[in-house]
């Protein structure tokens, strides 16, 4: 609760500042403290100590998984804001409504991770996607922000319609928008809760970019800023998926056999689309969209199982994930090439960077000790212990092998390859060592996962 | 203890080993890290040989059910032997190369090392699969920075083979660990498994896909001449003469006895792609032309028969299985070394290109043939005991075919002799070709290397009892887990 109120005021207190600062670090500041206290007190409120108590009449509760999936995306925002704070000049000149516009994503991300209403689902959804529109489209005098931007908008708009109806046909079956009440009432569903449950499917497929509701990402992440594709990729994809975990762990738990088939072909769609175009990218900002895709194949594995393992998978996925792009991007966004050959001879160049880099790459293919194995581990291991699941399996580590290749491709250019003629990028020693930092902590979440399961139950 | 320290001692040492400024410095660093190493290693074998200090636990991601668990039982005690062994041999082998970074390059041979050593001791299937992981990682960087013209597509090719066929291992390790009554990963609860056979059936392949590409097995081979031709020739050493074992540890300590209906169902199957594969690797060694090919083809042809003839399930055909995980090691250390001496003086290892070298170098020719006739395993060497051994399995194998089998992979040990007196014929004798740098004999660290690896050749040789009695037990105890009468009967 306390962290929807502060998101929602830190916003108004970053639009503000654009007039009261004119410093832009005394702005960066602002926003860094800002997401410091926002983590401080849903940290404080995740050890039972809230300042504030709202009732907000079953619109919203916040039980420790939304606690704790905020905990993870405010960590995430904050090593974003430390890393890809100073990139965002270059963007254009409002800095300090950026800041705001991201802090009113946050306020969005709390009501999707803790909705227990169609609504409030709803409303969150929209909080996060009208910033992002204006954050993709920042980049006003080039071109392809504009047109990603339309993009965006368009399919966007379209897709909320979609849910707008689902959550109409809904309301038409069960007389309420509360997503706990309709949870008894199973067996065989009427079918307007079926086709109203199929289009909030396609909607939500359609926010976390699964095939074949994909073809906006490409085009969205390489046009928007790399600093806001950095964003858009991890804390609000990780923040959808929670919301779409949650409502069909509560809304549509009853109807778990009607929908889990179509969710295990999204699946396979998904990764095999992601990773398979992956391969043939050139700019590195592209692979990393499709790789987003392939990503969030292996996330659709927690709603396909619902289970256990695939919740906890969920919080793990996401803090992974995030983390190993959150330092790519930031990386990338200060290259001055973005294709494979941009990165040849970094490891010479830029010894740490490089390093940090490689933890980074390592952990999205998944190779142990790093946060992205365990993961993954938790991700196959929810899908294990549902019956009849082994080939979904099976197809998913194939293509997690065909992963390997295009994130390699960026390693064997900065290790096995001579520097290039362009010149070389520029890394601040404070930039260095929280990239390094942020390495440090992809490993430590993959040598001791407890740090963060521990937390889930307390 | 002891398992502890066999993993701990490469591993700080081989971080440490990134610090060092000069290459001097890395390169006695590293000798004496796996001098170290060996030290602890053979402390296993003689005084401390109880329980208490082979075994090693820990907790550690307990909320996924898995522990920091080492065990050093007898397949174990072999291969760690054998690592330790190689690792000194390698370094006093190729005392003379030189490497750009030397540090970094000593630092990821250590990193390897101790990643191999944790796969022989894990008891812990994540850890297992953990190691398995962490050794392929420094061997690929090794190979890609190091290694020859062609190494970035060529390791990039094994990175991806290995790496797919690990995560199918995974697959199943999931599988099982959510089959056992604790839900944990310790190989006590894989081995009280009971699971249906066609369960075991599926499972099998996911796993015997992965260990079939590291060893490797036909027809997922193909990966391996080119790897071992690129890489830098210390790296081929250990990646030739301990990695592959891993393959092998796989399927005696995680395949077979967890998996005993499927291993013996599919058993045949597997025996008959093996034996393939020692023919075929055999007739291709016979056309190369460039020494490091032809030896990576002999060794598919001695992996495949180590393979063939623990699949036999007797205890001939395991105990052979057993002193040949040791013996292939040491004899291929000892042929790259040559093939490296060779290389390094002569600027080439085109068998056209060479010959007569056995008028100047006769030191280097006298270990040489020693070390080839062993690896075609003529009595007296080390390899007559452990293929005898094997082929005596393999004619006992509870199968239709078992004769057609020993028949065959017979065939392999002819074609075996046909490549390998060739090449000495062509590379030592003969006609001396003018080579471009004058010919000279060995050096003291290679005649000490290549003199312990004669030693070693000779004494298991002669007395191959000192090495099966290590393994005695286990063999044995291993017989009892894989047998599957029992089921039969009922």
């Known amino acids: 609760m306390n962290a929807l109120i502060l998101s929602a005021v830190l916003g108004v207190i970053m639009m503000f500042s654009s007039f009261l600062l004119k410093q832009k670090p005394a702005v960066r500041a602002v926003a860094i403290s800002g997401i410091v206290l926002l983590l401080l007190v849903n940290l404080l409120e995740m050890t039972s100590q809230p300042f504030l108590t709202v009732d907000t009449r079953g619109l919203l509760v916040f039980d420790h998984f939304a606690l704790v999936f905020n905990t993870v995306i405010f960590a995430a925002v904050l090593l974003y804001f430390l890393l890809s704070a100073p990139d965002m000049e270059k963007v254009g000149g409002s800095y300090a409504e950026y800041f705001a516009l991201i802090f009113f994503i946050l306020c969005g991300v709390t009501l999707v991770t803790s909705f227990t209403s169609l609504l409030t689902l709803f409303l969150g959804i929209e909080i996060i996607s009208i910033p992002l529109y204006i954050l993709t489209g920042s980049d006003k005098r080039n071109l392809k922000s504009n047109e990603a931007a339309l993009k965006y908008f368009l399919m966007g708009s379209f897709s909320t319609g979609l849910m707008l109806m689902g959550i109409a046909l809904l309301y038409g079956a069960w007389g309420t928008f509360s997503t706990e009440a309709p949870a008894l009432l199973a067996s065989m569903p009427p079918v307007l809760v079926v086709a109203g449950m199929s289009l909030v499917f396609f909607a939500m497929a359609f926010k976390v970019s699964a095939a074949p509701f994909h073809f906006w990402t490409p085009d969205v992440y390489d046009g928007a800023p790399t600093v806001f594709t950095s964003f858009m990729a991890t804390v609000v994809k990780g923040a959808v998926f929670a919301g779409f975990i949650r409502l069909f762990d509560h809304a549509f738990g009853a109807q778990q056999p009607q929908w889990q088939f179509w969710v295990a072909v999204i699946t396979v769609v998904t990764l095999f689309v992601g990773n398979i175009t992956a391969v043939f990218q050139q700019s590195v900002k592209r692979m990393l969209a499709y790789s987003s895709i392939a990503q969030a194949g292996f996330m659709l594995f927690a709603l396909y199982a619902m289970n256990a393992a695939g919740k906890e998978g969920i919080l793990l996925y996401t803090a992974a994930y995030s983390f190993a792009s959150i330092g790519i991007f930031a990386v990338l966004a200060r290259m001055n090439d973005y294709t494979f050959d941009g990165f040849n001879g970094l490891a010479r160049t830029a010894p740490l960077v490089a390093g940090a880099l490689t933890v980074f790459l390592l952990s999205l293919a998944g190779i142990p000790l790093t946060a992205g194995f365990i993961a993954k581990f938790y991700m196959l291991k929810a899908a294990l212990t549902t019956p009849g699941s082994t080939w979904l399996v099976i197809f998913a580590v194939l293509m997690a092998a065909v992963s390997v290749y295009y994130y390699f491709r960026v390693i064997r250019a900065m290790y096995f390859r001579e520097p290039g003629e362009s010149p070389v990028p520029v890394f601040p020693g404070f930039f260095k060592w929280t990239l390094a930092l942020l390495a440090l902590l992809v490993i430590l979440l993959g040598v001791f996962p407890e740090l963060l399961l521990g937390r889930l139950y307390f | ?490």
């Open chain 2, 1 to 490: 203890m002891i398992a502890f320290f066999l993993i701990l001692i490469p591993l700080a040492t081989g971080l440490l080993s990134f610090l060092i400024k000069e290459e001097k410095t890395a390169k006695a660093f590293a000798l004496l890290s796996s001098l170290a190493t060996l030290a602890v290693s053979l402390l296993g074998l003689t005084l401390m040989k109880t329980g208490n200090y082979l075994h090693f636990s820990a907790p550690w991601m307990s909320s996924l059910g898995s522990s920091f668990t080492l065990q050093l039982d007898g397949a174990g005690q072999v291969l760690c032997l054998l690592t330790a062994v190689a690792y000194p041999l390698v370094l006093l082998g190729t005392w003379q190369a030189t490497y750009k970074n030397a540090q970094q390059f000593f630092g990821l041979m250590l990193l390897a090392q101790a990643g191999m050593m944790g796969v022989f001791l894990a008891a812990d299937a994540l850890l297992f699969y953990f190691f398995w992981e962490l050794a392929l990682i420094p061997m690929y960087f090794l190979s890609s920075i190091w290694g020859g013209e062609r190494r970035i597509p060529v390791t990039f090719k094994f990175f991806i083979y290995t790496f797919a066929g690990s995560l199918l291992m995974l697959t199943g390790i999931i599988y099982l660990q959510a089959q056992t009554a604790d839900q944990s990963f310790s190989i006590t609860s894989f081995y009280n498994l009971e699971l249906s056979g066609k369960e075991q059936s599926w499972i099998f392949w996911l796993f015997f896909v992965a260990f079939a590409i590291k060893m490797p097995v036909f027809p997922l081979h193909t990966w391996q001449p080119d790897t071992y031709e690129q890489a830098p020739t210390a790296t081929t050493m250990i990646l030739s003469g301990v990695m592959v074992k891993m393959g092998l540890l796989g399927l005696i300590r995680w395949l077979m006895p967890v998996l005993p209906l499927a291993s013996f169902q599919w058993g045949d199957r597997v025996m008959i792609f093996a034996i393939i594969g020692i023919v075929y690797a055999s007739l291709i060694a016979i056309r190369q032309n460039d020494l490091k090919r032809l030896i990576a083809y002999s060794s598919i042809a001695h992996i495949g028969l180590m393979c063939a003839a623990l699949f036999a399930e007797n205890n001939s055909g395991t105990q052979g299985v057993m002193i040949q995980l040791f013996n292939h090691g040491i004899n291929i250390i000892g042929l790259w070394i040559i093939v490296e001496i060779i290389e390094r003086r002569y600027g080439t290892r085109k068998i056209s290109e060479l010959g007569g070298l056995a008028q100047q170098a006769p030191v280097m020719t006298i270990f040489f043939v020693i070390i080839a006739l062993a690896n075609i395993a003529l009595p007296l060497t080390n390899g007559f005991a452990g293929e005898f051994l094997m082929f005596n399995g393999l004619l006992q194998a509870k199968s239709n075919f078992a004769v057609a089998y020993t028949v065959v992979a017979g065939l392999g040990i002819i074609l075996a002799a046909v490549y390998t007196l060739n090449m000495i014929r062509n590379t030592f004798y003969g006609e001396a070709v003018v080579l471009r740098a004058p010919v000279t004999d060995l050096k003291l660290n290679e005649t000490i290397a290549l003199s312990l690896i004669v030693i070693l050749i000779l004494w298991l040789g002669i007395y191959p009892q000192s090495m099966l009695d290590l393994t005695e037990q286990f063999s044995r105890e291993w017989m009892n887990k894989i047998d599957v009468s029992h089921l039969f009967r009922k």
